[in-house]
């Protein structure tokens, strides 16, 4: 094997060396010896050209006959895998069309950290090929071919206005929960939603989650020196039955992340019953409510409570993650507070989507959106 590379000749070794028999089989082992040479050259391995070792030492390196690699040689010789030239051994014929490409290496083939391919059952990846691309696209050209002027000016901390109003909607319709526009509050993403509700507490305070839950929103707290005490999980959703002293609760009522249970009426009332004595928030990430494919829908925990309860939503399972928008629904008490801890580096979540993501809202389409997504979903 000497017309390769010295790094393509010890693969082709390696690969050779490490082929397997089944010697208690039914298949004949010059069979099995053939169809695994045939899947070496088929998959670049063994390249056009290139030299196999003799029968002889092949065989002693398998430890079988030398009849059984004289047999697997014939066989790819007669259907035009190799060649064979006198006094010079068994090659790889030289005029194969291309076939499968090599497997890459694993190492060299890593993508680099933020380019990592998308993974088949990865929570909270929408089938983005579904969406109404050229709606959108009208939406996005009609709100920045010529925009408002107040789009232009200093951006309200708390998100565009007909957003906000859009997304109140929205809730009521589909959520049970009544609402108005001045509660709303647009951010970034769902992560800093919790980020911005961590810092209406003070360190130290503790923070009940479930277990498990979502890791992003527990390393949130963490960050902001938050103490978070773990809660069990069962068939219902949170145990609410011995719930200890907290300054807030954080859950995912209507699908647990990342277990799926739905969190029952009892369970709900219990909850916001130890809120109200503890003089606790109850953070509700209303994580997967509009894909709810048996039974009837369930209304939001907050509408039970709005006085109590904190309302986390956010597009990018509904839309695409690249949009970058999720909201809070916080009780008209909160809202001066959290106003002022946004006032002084204004909002993180990006103007341009925001006016036209208020005109598909507006326009039906996004309810539209959801119906046919859940049809597919489901």
Not at 4 to 33: C, F, I, W, Y
Request: with cysteine.
């Amino acid at each position: 094997m000497t017309n390769l590379p010295e790094n393509n000749k010890a693969n082709l070794q390696a690969a050779l060396l490490a082929l397997t028999l089944d010697r208690s089989g039914q298949v004949p082992m010059h069979v099995q010896l053939a169809e695994a040479l045939r899947d070496l050259i088929r998959r670049g391995v063994a390249p056009s050209g290139a030299a196999l070792p003799a029968s002889r030492a092949l065989a002693k390196d398998l430890g079988i006959s030398r009849v059984t690699t004289l047999g697997a040689y014939d066989q790819l010789v007669a259907e035009g895998y190799l060649d064979t030239r006198q006094g010079a051994g068994t090659f790889v014929a030289a005029d194969l069309p291309p076939m499968e490409e090599a497997r890459p290496d694993p190492v060299a083939a890593t993508p680099p950290i933020g380019a990592q391919p998308l993974v088949p059952f990865h929570p909270g990846l929408p089938d983005t090929e579904h969406f109404p691309h050229a709606q959108w696209a009208k939406h996005l050209e009609a709100a920045w071919r010529r925009p408002d002027p107040d789009l232009l000016a200093q951006p309200d901390p708390l998100g565009w206005p007909p957003l906000r109003a859009a997304i109140a909607d929205h809730l009521n319709a589909w959520r049970g929960l009544s609402c108005s526009a001045g509660q709303v509050v647009i951010t970034s993403g769902s992560v800093e939603a919790f980020s911005l509700l961590s810092r209406l507490m003070d360190e130290g305070d503790t923070v009940l989650t479930e277990a498990p839950c979502f890791g992003p929103m527990l390393q949130a707290f963490r960050d902001r020196g938050l103490a978070c005490r773990s809660v069990p999980v069962d068939g219902q959703g949170l145990q609410t039955d011995a719930l200890p002293t907290a300054k807030a609760v954080a859950v995912t009522p209507s699908r647990n992340y990342p277990l799926g249970m739905t969190l029952p009426l009892s369970r709900r009332l219990a909850l916001l019953d130890w809120a109200k004595a503890q003089d606790a928030l109850v953070i509700e990430d209303d994580y997967d409510s509009e894909f709810r494919f048996s039974g009837p829908p369930l209304p939001a925990l907050a509408s039970l409570s709005a006085d109590r309860v904190i309302y986390v939503g956010s597009f990018s399972k509904l839309m695409m993650p690249a949009l970058r928008l999720a909201y809070l629904v916080v009780p008209d008490r909160l809202v001066a507070k959290v106003t002022a801890l946004l006032q002084p580096m204004g909002s993180q979540a990006s103007v341009l989507p925001q006016p036209a993501l208020a005109r598909f809202m507006a326009a039906g389409e996004f309810a539209t959106h959801l119906r046919r997504m859940r049809r597919i979903y489901g």
